[in-house]
């Protein structure tokens, strides 16, 4: 298996402009995971989804970011407008059902810099 | 609330050296542990996870941990440390609703 597949890998882009990172799931898993990870605060969970439906956004950190999960085997985070505070690495995990006790394979990440 | 707190964000070591990262827990329902490597540029991979059972679980690379209840603590270790191990290890708490919630993490170096 590919493992869960992330593009860009590095994204370049000045403040005011719309950022979408792409995610491509573990074919069969049923859950997907969108991550932030910043020096500050950490790995930060921000949404995930079960059978492409959201299922707690609490983790969104405002308005300007969505997210959507159009099948199963595709899902989307979009910035707009983007902020210098923005600039993290975005992982997008994907797991096979959710007990609390399943791995989550991770993604390589997308490196975003907002100028 | 769930919450983990990884102690020490920079542990050194010399190889061959044991390793010891730890990783103290805060949880209101039976936890799920887990413990995931972050080499540089890559996406997180799972080192070990501890869910029922064996409170000594064992892992990938030589590394194990240790559930303990009483102590709230889940100390990643390692006998003989290796150059190859230098990366950032982030420890994760979940429950049966599912959400990982990780440490800091504690960036490891390994001196020749």
């Known amino acids: 298996d590919a493992g869960v597949i992330q593009s860009p890998r590095h994204e370049v882009t000045e403040m005011g402009q719309e950022v979408t990172l792409r995610c491509k799931p573990i074919?069969?898993?049923?859950?997907l995971f969108w991550y932030r990870q910043t020096m500050m605060r950490g790995l930060e969970l921000l949404i995930y989804?079960?059978?492409?439906?959201?299922?707690?956004d609490s983790g969104m950190p405002e308005d300007r970011f969505s997210a959507k999960m159009p099948n199963a085997s595709f899902s989307t985070l979009k910035i707009q407008p983007s902020e210098p505070r923005d600039s993290a690495v975005y992982f997008c995990a994907s797991s096979f059902s959710r007990h609390g006790q399943e791995t989550q394979y991770f993604g390589p990440g997308t490196r975003l810099l907002v100028l | 609330a769930q919450s983990v707190t990884q102690l020490g964000s920079h542990v050194s070591v010399s190889e061959g050296a044991l390793v010891l990262l730890r990783c103290n827990y805060s949880?209101?329902?039976?936890?799920?542990l887990f413990w995931y490597v972050q080499y540089p540029n890559q996406g997180l991979q799972l080192l070990l996870k501890y869910t029922t059972g064996a409170t000594l679980v064992k892992g990938i690379n030589g590394f194990e941990a240790e559930f303990k209840k009483s102590e709230t603590s889940f100390h990643l270790t390692k006998p003989s440390a290796h150059m190859s191990d230098a990366a950032e290890y982030f420890c994760?708490?979940?429950?049966?609703?599912?959400?990982?919630?990780f440490g800091q993490g504690t960036e490891l170096s390994v001196k020749p």
């Open positions: 994760a708490v979940s429950s049966k609703v599912g959400k990982l919630i």
């Open positions: 074919s069969g898993h049923d859950y």
């Open positions: 989804f079960n059978n492409n439906v959201p299922i707690d």
């Open positions: 949880s209101s329902v039976p936890p799920y």
